[in-house]
């Protein structure tokens, strides 16, 4: 892989590009510069709001209030609003099913479905406050169940369709949701997966794949005969803007994720502005993000950011390589995307699949490319501006967490000037600096996380303990060039990326350790040519059992049964010991160094500095 800086032209919109652009960037910027809450308040100002704010923003660090008194719907800014004028009949949603059927929603469509089942929900008691878990394939109904819970002032908590039982139970759990939806499964790689046999809660199912399920009476009830007398007149709820739209689940440092909270009004304001600026989006364009709502990226950029600007999108259920490795092309031929927003895990598949595949396809109506998730290397950078943007195509590699809620650097297209491999700059409003390497967010943000579920503490530790309640840490390693180029170089804690997706080292080890036979465990991210990092287990089993064969399948069996197949470890590694420090902390940086061939840093702070001797000529040979 080519490493970041390698590579060092810099790439320019053409002048068409230009011309047809509906961001003034500079003016933005400009804005911006000279009063970043007044731009702010401007800037919400796109959204419909019930009654205007009295505050643009209290800063009591680290609680921020943005919009204060002020009320507003997100689900009316992503429907409603859209249903009165000539979007009415604009299609939404373009969807299409792995196996190839097609639905399309318009929006006076979505209007009526995600009123239905608002009501639907409210027949089932959940009110204003409540919190909703689901749990689902892409499919239009993750997206009508999001926006019927912000409807009525539900509270959503999406979890990845891939997670499993475990892990969708603890968050249920924690987020103390009082309804599942789900779906009887969905498809993927042509495999049927099965989602609600993963439910034991109380669940409303959606009937996708048409498979076989365990309905409890009284318990489970089908999403379609709940719709089926159900009113589509269903009026919004008026929300404060520091009211919870939802809560998302991501990976940290210790075994036990977060649920990260946002808020109405600074989110929308997020959502729906970065998108506009970001993909200079156009009421002609066809937009495709490629993410699954269960993650940040399918919360932002495919529901509230596109909807909320009246988007036409794509979704796809399924994966790139069925039934043929061209798949998301023939997809881009087929409905004239011209936006085009993916992961750079994606790219570097696709660059193994080989040129053929996209060049068999005319891709001829794409006008950008968006890069999400990770560091996008060089190499994956020009192959997908050459291959799949054909020279003509800026790429917006785009910078920003769960907890940033959108876009915090990226370019604007036709605008800035594009190095491969760095996020370019700060978006207008968001400001940063590096300190002690690590990236900082130095002032607040509208759609900033407003805390984690149940945990101000960890809230505080993790996030603006560091700079005293001054900056929000990323926990990003990053530089700047000459020019001032943001260049983020990868999680300086113990998270991995998974090809774009967030796990946390001790996360992996719980699992683990779970298994009966295993007493310890360290995991690593190791550099993995497709994934970005590919997760390495070191394994210390209990007194008296031997390693057999068929051990490390089960064990990896195991993880993926605990977390998801997201989660599978690479290889797994039994050892004797694990390296650690005289307090009994495990060194996890010289396993790196083992894994990835470099020469073993400072040994001094081990308790016993044979074993890690040990491992290195073991993996040397
Ligand atoms: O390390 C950064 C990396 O992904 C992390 C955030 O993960 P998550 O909350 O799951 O959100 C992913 C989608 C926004 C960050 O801390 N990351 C994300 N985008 C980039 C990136 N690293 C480098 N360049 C990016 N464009």
Redesign the pocket.
């Known amino acids: 892989m080519t490493k970041l800086f390698e590579e060092t032209e810099t790439y320019y919109a053409s002048r068409e590009f230009k011309k047809d652009a509906s961001i003034f960037a500079a003016d933005l910027y400009l804005d911006a510069k000279f009063g970043r809450e007044k731009f702010w308040a401007k800037q919400a100002k796109h959204l419909d709001w019930i009654k205007p704010w009295h505050t643009i923003l209290e800063w009591t660090p680290p609680d921020a209030k943005w919009f204060v008194g002020g009320t507003l719907n997100a689900c009316y800014n992503c429907v409603d609003r859209h249903i009165t004028g000539e979007t009415r009949n604009k299609a939404a949603i373009i969807w299409e099913g792995e196996r190839g059927d097609t639905r399309t929603l318009t929006y006076w469509d979505l209007y009526r479905e995600v009123s239905k089942f608002a009501n639907v929900l409210k027949s089932r008691g959940i009110k204003k406050g409540d919190t909703v878990a689901i749990y689902m394939p892409m499919i239009p109904e993750a997206i009508i169940s999001m926006l019927a819970c912000c409807r009525i002032g539900a509270i959503h908590t999406v979890v990845f369709g891939g997670f499993s039982a475990d892990a969708l139970n603890d968050r249920v759990q924690d987020s103390g949701a009082k309804l599942v939806i789900t779906a009887d499964g969905g498809f993927r790689k042509g495999n049927l997966i099965r989602l609600k046999d993963h439910c034991s809660h109380p669940s409303i199912v959606v009937k996708h794949a048409g498979c076989d399920v365990e309905m409890v009476e009284g318990k489970d009830l089908w999403y379609h005969e709940l719709m089926q007398n159900a009113s589509s007149d269903c009026p919004v709820e008026e929300m404060d803007a520091e009211d919870r739209l939802f809560i998302l689940y ?2 940290g440092t210790t075994g036990k994720p977060k649920g ?1 909270v946002h808020t109405t009004g600074g989110y929308m304001v997020g959502a729906n502005r970065t998108t506009a600026w970001v993909f200079d989006l156009k009421p002609s364009d066809i937009y495709w993000c490629t ?1 699954d709502v269960g ?3 399918g919360h ?1 950029y495919v529901v509230y950011g596109p909807l909320s600007n009246g988007a036409t999108q794509l979704i796809y259920e399924g994966s790139p390589d069925y039934p043929q490795k061209d798949r998301f092309w023939k997809l881009i031929e087929k409905y004239g995307v011209t936006i085009l927003y993916t ?2 895990t994606a790219i570097r598949t696709f660059m193994k699949w080989g040129t053929e595949w996209p060049a068999g396809c005319n891709l001829s109506s794409l006008r950008l490319l968006g ?6 290397n060089p190499e994956a950078w020009l192959w997908y501006y050459t291959h799949i943007g054909q020279k003509k195509c800026p790429i917006v ?8 809620g959108s ?1 915090m ?2 370019p604007l297209p036709a605008h800035t000037p594009l190095k491969p491999g760095s ?1 370019t700059f700060t978006l207008p409003g968001i400001e940063a600096d590096i300190i002690d390497n690590v990236l900082a967010i130095t002032s607040p943000w509208p759609s900033m996380l407003r805390g984690i579920h149940n945990d101000p503490e960890r809230f505080y530790s993790t996030y603006w303990q560091k700079w005293d309640g001054k900056y929000y840490y ?3 390693g990053a530089k700047r060039d000459a020019d001032g180029y943001f260049w ?4 300086v804690d113990d ?1 991995m ?1 998974i090809s ?3 796990i946390g080292t001790m996360e992996v080890e719980s699992a683990l350790v779970d298994y009966p036979q295993i007493a310890e465990a360290a995991v690593i991210g190791v550099e993995h040519a497709i994934k970005g990092q590919g997760i390495w287990a070191f394994v210390l089993l209990k007194d008296g059992v031997q390693v057999t064969d068929d051990l490390e399948a089960t064990v990896k069996q195991h993880v993926c049964a605990k977390i998801g197949a997201i989660a599978r470890p690479e290889r797994i590694i039994f050892t004797r010991d694990l390296p650690k420090t005289r307090s009994g902390k495990i060194m996890r940086r010289l396993l790196r160094d083992i894994a990835e061939g470099r020469v073993l840093g400072d040994l001094t702070t081990l308790a016993d500095s044979s074993i890690i001797q040990e491992l290195k000529s073991q993996y040397d040979d």
């Open positions: 991501t990976s990260i993410a993650w940040i990226t932002t992961a750079p890069s999400v998730g990770e560091p996008i590699d785009t910078w920003w967490q769960t907890e940033t876009i650097i990226a996020a990323t926990s990003d983020l170089m990868g999680r998270v990326n774009g997706h967030r």
